[in-house]
């Protein structure tokens, strides 16, 4: 029978206190329930006399912003876990470091990342972050190519699917992102200012078609192992630093999806501007800077990624150059239509992001809601059209313009 149940603080400081490494002198322990995501409780505990501290974190057997009534299976702790080792096999340095694990208490233990601030608080004040492009290119990059047919044997590869099947969490992405944006579902979460938008999009033929689509990719592609929730509010920064955490949505799947995540959630910050930013030079500026690094990401995604192919490709049919054109191009138009899907879905599905729910002028709020959604539809309705990152620039700055 399981011992799975709730960590009291006490059992959390109990855990640290085990973790030698961290912790090689016993003494006075503090801890604070941190946990400001959806789904889980994550335990922050620090040693005051030396500063050394650790995060527990456990999944819940609910969604912890909806209640009981919402069972989740704890097995996503297994799955995160999992991830977190195999990126930080792959991409050494870009995810916090695991100390220990527990499936049955659904329980990671790993590094405090507290000198870092979460991405989209960081974005929300201001915040600049010079080495966020190279590194998190480097991130998809990496675990990308080296999970794929690509960059692994398809046989090793097909026996690592089988440890990363996680339908319950991908259940979540089919309906949040993929189904409910697209109907009057219940779960939806619209304000009655932008209540139009959302039916505009419920009756747009050309935009389902498209959604479907994706949803297609999402459901029937295992093209590499994904972080599976790649938003800013999984990844931590400081201007030299990029670590990625959560990939609790980890699972086999489309490549642009998790890339898509990433220029999305820079998009909806994009869009947010329009309160976040002190005048109209200010935002000029702001806005420009979230454009370069879309830029940045895929221009720098797409460089690391041929170079690996080049270099350290496992197969000799797969080599073709033109083989290689083919495939960057496909995997630029679905980055471009995931990113899509992710920026309507936060803006009035069930979850949105705090860069647009926190604007307090309500004049302020509806415009960026219908700037994001906006450039979320036209990303979808053009994704496979798109032939180059430049396509995103200009949709977003058009939509902004008018
Ligand atoms: C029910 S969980 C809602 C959202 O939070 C996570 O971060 C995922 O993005 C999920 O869709
Ligand atoms: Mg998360």
Known sequence: MSHYHPLSEAEAIEIARSIKEVFPQDGEFVCREIGDGNLNLVFHITQPATGAGIIVKQALPYVKVFGESWPLTVDRARIENQALIKQGEISPGLVPKVYKTDTEMALTVMEDLSDHVIMRKGLIEGGVYPAFAEQIS?????????????????QDKKLLVQSFVNPHMCKISEDLIFEEPYYDAKANNIDEAIRDAAEANWADEELKLEVALLR????????????????????????????????EFAYFGPMGFDIGAILANLLLNFAAQEHWSA?????????????NTVRDVWTLFEAKFRKLWNEQGTDRLLGSAAFQDDYMRRLLQDTVGFAGAKTVRRVYGFAHVADIDSIPDAAAKERAQRLALAIGTSLIKGNRQASSIEDVIRIATEAAAT
């Open 138 to 154: 480097e991130f998809a990059a990496r675990t990308l190519f080296f999970t794929s047919d690509l960059g692994m044997s398809p």
């Open 216 to 247: 297609e990719k999402f459901l029937v592609s295992a093209q590499a192992l994904l972080h599976g929730d790649l938003h800013t509010g999984s990844i931590f920064v400081t201007p030299e630093s990029t670590k990625v955490i959560d990939p």
């Open 279 to 291: 005048d109209e030079a200010a935002r000029r500026d702001r806005r420009a800077y979230l454009l």
